[in-house]
Nanobody, 123 residues
């Protein structure tokens, strides 16, 4: 599986961005998908995850109520809608795919990673 993330950019605090992650391969619908982020000088952290069907999602506390993860299995794409962005959301965002039917929150549980897309939120 190859993953290509896009949609990052510069936005003012309070604004919105939608990240997309396009996956290759015909087995996309069998993978759990996740978004992680890494801020400068910090470790990569979990942001959101969605199970194979899209029925189950889970978020880190700091983004609950502001971010929404979704997927379109027909388009082999997972999305991260980010609203009410804050400067502390500034990071490189990575999408990941894992061989699991249920959602996963740990980076080591994912098998495939895309190149990141940079999100910068100005105050």
């Amino acid at each position: 599986v190859q993953l290509q993330a896009s949609g990052g950019g510069l936005v003012q605090a309070g604004g919105s961005l939608r990240l997309s992650c396009a996956a290759s391969g015909r087995t996309f619908s069998s993978y759990v998908m996740g978004w992680f982020r890494q801020a400068p000088g910090k470790e990569r952290e979990f942001v959101a995850t969605i199970n194979w069907s899209g029925e189950s999602t889970y978020y880190t506390d700091s983004v609950k109520g502001r971010f929404t993860i979704s997927r379109d299995n027909a388009k082999n794409t997972v999305y991260l809608q980010m609203n009410i962005l804050k400067p502390e959301d500034t990071a490189v965002y990575y999408c990941a795919a894992g061989s699991s039917r249920t959602y996963r929150t740990v980076a080591a549980q994912y098998d495939y990673w895309g190149h990141g897309t940079l999100v910068t939120v100005s105050s």
